[in-house]
């Protein structure tokens, strides 16, 4: 099989508090986390990586978290220094780096553009200091502009605020205040995407009170995307809106079944070699996936994808994507062929929830975006 484009996935897992809503592989940072140690080991991650890109070039790299800004430019620049030593990067390549505003933050956003970053990903959550404080965010609503502001003047033009909606007690005036704040902000990119209650996280375990109902979510979702379109931003995935030309390019190489490499605790990577797709995972615990860079030979657990789990992996990414897939992209990303797509979707299409247009191009109905998860279960194989 031919390759598809490669992407670099770098976690940096530890935050100042852990978010009550939080399911991502994040830890408490405390007084002195091991973040030399801790880089030196993405270092040695990173040389043993570039074994597995056999030479392909990097479209985009992601430094995710956690709360990647509690590292410092100085972190971030030795970091990207090795990447570029091991790597071969494409032009132009996107380096994202989430952050949170704040004044616990390490670093200006200055020192992150010096160090190579170039583009900055913001978690506000929202702009109402109540709606901050319920979510356990440990900033105001005055240090995201003020982050956001400082990132423009230092530079940075490709900037994506996190918003969500649907929070305790929010009605669809103030969902449309937080968008309006937002977008005032003049971000290249917004995810707008609603809280939901995941699996092992406090709010799973002690549900907050007075959440929006389906309804009135839907409600939300609705005025919220009109009012994103009518300021100039165009949604083209479930939860992403960009201005003209400042799609995540990371995220859709995610999102199209693209390749990409795993360094961090508990990052995950996925690789396609001529006879086979496979994924494999980082310990989750930082102390103990440090430990296990520092062997000499770790031993990485891959899993081979077989047919119905690359059908169900695809569909469940590019499924998310407004304007569909095309199914050439389909065919030469899992090596299935047409007639395993037609055989897989024949229930969602006789259900009205998937459609092939004249051009070849898969995408949901506006029923099968409606109802997603309806659409993406239709894949899921029920194994003995």
């Known amino acids: 099989m031919k390759p598809p484009p490669l992407s670099l996935y770098v976690h940096l897992p530890w935050c100042v508090r852990k978010c009550p809503y939080c399911d991502f592989n994040s830890h408490t940072a405390g007084d002195a986390p091991p973040k030399r140690r801790y880089v030196q080991a993405l270092l040695k991650d990173l040389?043993?990586?570039?074994?597995?890109?056999?030479?392909?070039?990097l479209t985009s790299i992601f430094l995710g978290g956690g709360t990647?800004?509690?590292?410092?430019?100085?972190?971030?620049d030795h970091l990207l220094q090795g990447v570029r030593a091991l790597f071969t990067l494409a032009e132009g390549v996107e380096i994202t780096m989430e952050a949170n505003p704040g004044t616990v933050e390490c670093g200006s956003p200055a020192g992150y553009r010096d160090?190579?970053?170039?583009r900055l990903s913001v978690g506000a959550q929202s702009f109402d200091d109540g709606l901050l404080s319920a979510l356990g965010r440990i900033h105001s609503s005055d240090d995201i502009v003020r982050a956001v502001r400082e990132a423009q003047d230092s530079g940075f033009d490709n900037i994506n605020i996190d918003v969500m909606?649907?929070?305790?007690?929010?009605?669809?005036?103030?969902?449309?205040?937080?968008?309006?704040?937002?977008?005032?902000?003049?971000?290249?990119?917004i995810s707008w995407y609603q809280l939901t209650l995941e699996p092992n996280t406090v709010f799973h375990a002690r549900p907050p009170a007075n959440l929006p109902d389906d309804d009135l979510a839907f409600e939300i979702q609705e005025h919220?995307?009109?009012l994103i379109a009518d300021h100039g931003y165009t949604q083209y995935e479930i939860s992403a809106y960009a201005q003209d030309g400042r799609q995540c390019k990371h995220n859709l190489n995610y999102w199209l079944f693209g390749d990409y490499l795993a360094v961090g605790a508990g990052a995950?990577?996925?690789l396609t070699t001529q006879d086979e797709i496979y994924r494999y995972q980082k310990p989750a615990n930082p102390l103990q996936y440090m430990k296990f860079q520092e062997t000499d030979d770790p031993e990485i657990t891959r899993t081979v994808l077989d047919r119905d789990d690359l059908m169900f992996e695809f569909m469940l990414n590019a499924?998310?994507?407004?304007?569909?897939?095309?199914?050439?992209?389909?065919?030469?990303?899992t090596g299935l062929s047409t007639s395993d797509l037609i055989d897989a979707t024949r229930n969602a299409r006789q259900r009205g929830l998937i459609e092939r247009d004249n051009n070849e191009i898969w995408k949901p109905t506006e029923l099968g975006g409606r109802f997603l998860n309806d659409l993406q279960s239709e894949f899921i194989v029920q194994r003995a």
Not at 47 to 57: I, P
Not at 165 to 189: K, N, R, W
Request: aromatic share 4%; charged share 20%.
């Open 268 to 270: 995950h990577g996925k």
């Open 319 to 333: 499924l998310r994507l407004n304007d569909g897939f095309a199914e050439n992209v389909f065919l030469q990303r």
């Open 47 to 57: 040389a043993r990586e570039s074994k597995r890109a056999r030479g392909r070039v």
């Open 115 to 118: 160090a190579g970053v170039t």
């Open 224 to 226: 919220g995307q009109a």
């Open 68 to 76: 990647p800004s509690l590292f410092s430019p100085a972190e971030i």
């Open 165 to 189: 909606h649907s929070l305790p007690g929010q009605t669809i005036e103030l969902a449309m205040a937080d968008l309006i704040a937002a977008i005032e902000l003049q971000p290249a990119h």
